[in-house]
């Protein structure tokens, strides 16, 4: 069997936990949630999420990863046995669900990269996107788009993962915060941060049955939470660290980095008179196309806009197929080359059905977020805080040292709130998602 792989530093853990969490997640669902889900008041109740639900869930896969150095179906085998291994396999699966319809919408980064320099949309921004996001140029970029993140993986962890995340998370915030800086200045700019910052609480009375799952899958997405990453990643940790300062960091850089793609959308779309609550995903490239069209140096802006995001797509998708990879790596003993071509030819084969048709694109979308998502980080949270507490608890104090009182309360935080909380956005969710399957996807077959 291989040698398994290890971090050469700490701040390559954290660079590539925060590079995992910050992507299309972070960019491109982030908006399109605050703006369908009520503004301010979504945004509030997904920073409640993230400290309170998102922190210790973090804690939770961390210390699995570590206490076993193996990827998420080896950890649970490892510690529950076969009826948990099982588990696992929701981690694996959620993985590369969401890598297969992520990596056409990152190839819908790069097409609009190209597009920006050649104002290619500038005459008809719906059209564009119309004639680019489903048929031949979107197979087309989900392909070039797989072939970069295959090529990453194949490398390893040190020199594929660590190397690339150290040039590309720096990247990400260095061009974020320039990017808010310019929309700071635009026209609709006050508009925007009433609308993002000043929370309507008749909204969230009225609409918390579709605010609380939302805000629970976001969360999770955008912390790369119930798909198996962070298990995998801490898995790598060769030697003992801080695991609850390194989920701060990680958790901090993350929301910090989300907030500010809301600083410079919002600006955009108010200034292009965008509602942002209207449409989904491909609404919003089509309004972000029509902004930048109207704006001075509109080309150059969309170029370093939109190939900020791809950057941040290629850092999330790397930890995405590194599950599944890791899994077969681990389960099966297959050299990373092989697996990774392997996996990552699947992936690319799912993601086809998203790349002509845009109905499967929200199909795979909602029942990710809603379900597996949620679903992966409510059966590993009642695993470490029911099944294996102690275990738990004594993989957290090491490089720490003994918590006392607090690792108590970590641990019934996991297993009370947290554990609730999951449980009741999941039957949301799935409620959500069934209604779903019953008036759009009913309408599509016709």
Same mark, same amino acid.
């Given at each position: 069997?291989?040698?398994?792989?290890?971090?050469?530093?700490?701040?390559?853990?954290?660079?590539?936990?925060?590079?995992?969490?910050?992507?299309?997640?972070?960019?491109?669902?982030?908006?399109? %949630?605050?703006? @369908?889900? #009520? &503004?301010?008041?979504?945004? *509030? =109740?997904? /920073?409640? $999420? !993230? +400290?309170?639900?998102?922190?210790?869930?973090?804690?939770?896969?961390?210390?699995?990863?570590?206490?076993?150095?193996?990827?998420?179906?080896? %950890?649970?085998? @490892?510690? #529950? &046995?076969?009826?948990?291994? *099982? =588990?696992? /396999?929701? $981690? !694996? +699966?959620?993985?590369?669900?969401?890598?297969?319809?992520?990596?056409?919408?990152?190839?819908?980064?790069?097409?609009?990269?190209?597009?920006?320099?050649?104002?290619?949309?500038?005459?008809?921004?719906?059209?564009?996107?119309?004639?680019?996001? !489903?048929?031949?140029?979107?197979?087309?970029?989900?392909?070039?788009?797989?072939?970069?993140?295959?090529?990453?993986?194949?490398?390893?962890?040190?020199?594929?993962?660590?190397?690339?995340?150290?040039?590309?998370?720096?990247?990400?915030?260095?061009?974020?915060?320039?990017?808010?800086?310019?929309?700071?200045?635009?026209?609709?700019?006050?508009?925007?941060?009433?609308?993002?910052?000043?929370?309507?609480?008749?909204?969230?009375?009225?609409?918390?049955?579709?605010?609380?799952?939302?805000?629970?899958?976001?969360?999770?997405?955008?912390?790369?939470?119930?798909?198996?990453?962070?298990?995998?990643?801490?898995?790598?940790?060769?030697?003992?660290?801080?695991?609850?300062?390194?989920?701060?960091?990680?958790?901090?850089?993350?929301?910090?980095?989300?907030?500010?793609?809301?600083?410079?959308?919002?600006?955009?779309?108010?200034?292009?008179?965008?509602?942002?609550?209207?449409?989904?995903?491909?609404?919003?490239?089509?309004?972000?196309?029509?902004?930048?069209?109207?704006?001075?140096?509109?080309?150059?802006?969309?170029?370093?806009?939109?190939?900020?995001?791809?950057?941040?797509?290629?850092?999330?998708?790397?930890?995405?197929?590194?599950?599944?990879?890791?899994?077969?790596?681990?389960?099966?003993?297959?050299?990373?080359?092989?697996?990774?071509?392997?996996?990552?030819?699947?992936?690319?084969?799912?993601?086809?059905?998203?790349?002509?048709?845009?109905?499967?694109?929200?199909?795979?979308?909602?029942?990710?977020?809603?379900?597996?998502?949620?679903?992966?980080?409510?059966?590993?949270?009642?695993?470490?805080?029911?099944?294996?507490?102690?275990?738990?608890?004594?993989?957290?104090?090491?490089?720490?040292?003994?918590?006392?009182?607090?690792?108590?309360?970590?641990?019934?935080?996991?297993?009370?709130?947290?554990?609730?909380?999951?449980?009741?956005?999941?039957?949301?969710?799935?409620?959500?998602?069934?209604?779903?399957?019953?008036?759009?996807?009913?309408?599509?077959?016709?």
């Amino acid at each position: 069997m291989p040698q398994r792989e290890t971090w050469a530093t700490r701040t390559g853990f954290i660079l590539a936990a925060v590079g995992s969490a910050v992507g299309l997640g972070n960019i491109w669902r982030f908006p399109f %949630a605050v703006g @369908q889900e #009520g &503004g301010a008041a979504f945004l *509030l =109740v997904y /920073l409640l $999420f !993230v +400290v309170l639900i998102g922190f210790p869930a973090m804690l939770v896969e961390f210390t699995l990863g570590r206490r076993t150095q193996k990827n998420p179906v080896g %950890a649970l085998a @490892q510690m #529950g &046995g076969r009826t948990w291994k *099982l =588990v696992g /396999l929701v $981690f !694996v +699966v959620t993985g590369f669900t969401i890598l297969s319809y992520y990596s056409v919408i990152a190839g819908w980064t790069i097409r609009y990269t190209f597009a920006s320099l050649t104002g290619a949309y500038t005459a008809d921004p719906e059209a564009y996107f119309g004639a680019v996001s !489903v048929g031949f140029d979107a197979v087309a970029f989900h392909a070039l788009f797989m072939v970069l993140v295959i090529g990453v993986i194949a490398l390893g962890v040190r020199s594929g993962i660590e190397l690339a995340v150290k040039f590309m998370v720096p990247a990400i915030i260095a061009l974020g915060i320039g990017l808010a800086a310019y929309a700071f200045t635009l026209d609709g700019a006050g508009a925007a941060y009433q609308f993002y910052l000043s929370p309507d609480l008749d909204v969230l009375a009225a609409e918390w049955q579709s605010i609380l799952p939302a805000a629970a899958g976001q969360a999770f997405f955008t912390l790369s939470l119930g798909m198996g990453v962070m298990i995998t990643y801490s898995s790598y940790l060769a030697e003992d660290r801080n695991l609850a300062s390194d989920g701060a960091i990680i958790i901090g850089f993350d929301t910090a980095i989300a907030f500010l793609m809301g600083l410079i959308l919002f600006p955009f779309l108010f200034t292009a008179g965008v509602d942002p609550g209207e449409g989904g995903p491909g609404t919003l490239f089509i309004s972000l196309a029509a902004a930048f069209a109207e704006l001075p140096a509109g080309n150059i802006l969309g170029a370093v806009f939109f190939g900020t995001v791809a950057i941040a797509a290629l850092s999330s998708a790397i930890s995405l197929l590194e599950v599944p990879v890791s899994y077969v790596i681990d389960e099966f003993g297959v050299d990373r080359m092989t697996a990774t071509l392997g996996v990552g030819g699947l992936v690319f084969v799912l993601g086809l059905a998203p790349a002509l048709d845009l109905i499967f694109l929200d199909l795979f979308d909602l029942f990710a977020d809603a379900i597996l998502l949620v679903l992966g980080g409510l059966l590993v949270s009642i695993f470490v805080s029911w099944i294996v507490p102690d275990e738990a608890l004594d993989e957290l104090q090491k490089g720490i040292g003994e918590l006392g009182s607090i690792g108590t309360a970590w641990v019934w935080a996991v297993r009370i709130p947290v554990v609730l909380v999951l449980a009741f956005s999941l039957y949301l969710g799935i409620v959500g998602y069934i209604e779903f399957l019953t008036t759009d996807f009913a309408d599509w077959l016709g």
